[in-house]
């Protein structure tokens, strides 16, 4: 039996939403290396892709919500275009993330961002959203929930990173201000892993009708972690 037009309008905002997944990763991968390199011109190519990833992210957006307004769908329909709209406004914090990035910029040395490792880091997160999305599009929730046990490896690499830094800032030569600017790098590396878990949080729903809430890596315990 052929596809009904709703689904066939579903299909078109996947492709489109996994556009948008490959093009903010590649956006987010290239302003850690812009900051390792130093690259102010790099820095503004990232700030102009970004603008044209919101176009999209808010057209995507505005073709949901007027689809939501028209068709009035029911049941799985309605839960893949509310998923899409989640999907969409996780990948819109990710690129806000990637500029969060290159701000740090004038913060931070290449030898201190090569030592924390954070192009590897940030690699296995940008995995992280990539099987997001292919989850999304296969709808499957075995897939999904791979992605939120890998979502805890981020986490703990996050608080080793927290725990350094903090040790690193007791040293009485220590730049803090650049070991600051390396933990909001961490952070927001962490951010990008808790984004993507979202979205397979969202593929869960989407199969199975299941609200699963995101569990947030709370500040109190990377103090109490810090003290262990």
Do not use: W
Not at 22 to 47: S, W
Not at 156 to 164: G, M
């Amino acid at each position: 039996m052929p596809d009904r037009p709703v689904h066939l309008l579903i299909k078109e905002l996947s492709q489109i939403l996994v556009q948008l997944s490959e093009k903010v990763v590649e956006n987010f991968l290239a302003a850690l290396h812009a900051v390792k390199e130093h690259d102010e011109q790099g820095a503004y190519q990232i700030r102009m892709a970004e603008n044209k990833i919101d176009v999209v992210e808010v057209n995507l957006e505005e073709r949901c919500l007027a689809f939501l307004a028209t068709q009035q769908p029911v049941a799985r329909d309605l839960r893949a275009i509310v998923s899409i709209i989640k999907i969409n406004d996780d990948l819109k914090h990710i690129g806000a993330l990637s500029l969060h990035i290159i701000d740090r910029i004038p913060a931070i040395s290449p030898e201190m961002l090569e030592s924390f490792e954070f192009e590897n880091i940030a690699i296995h997160a940008g995995e992280m959203v990539n099987k997001s999305i292919e989850a999304f599009i296969a709808k499957d929730h075995i897939l999904a929930g791979r992605v939120s046990e890998m979502d805890e490896v981020i986490d703990s690499i996050h608080r080793k990173v927290f725990k350094r830094v903090t040790s690193l800032m007791k040293c009485p030569n220590s730049d803090v201000d650049e070991l600051i600017a390396a933990l909001s790098i961490s952070r927001y590396i962490e951010r990008m892993a808790d984004h993507a878990a979202r979205i397979a949080n969202e593929v869960v729903f989407l199969v199975t009708g299941e609200i699963i809430r995101h569990k947030e890596l709370a500040y109190e315990y990377l103090i109490t972690y810090s003290h262990d």
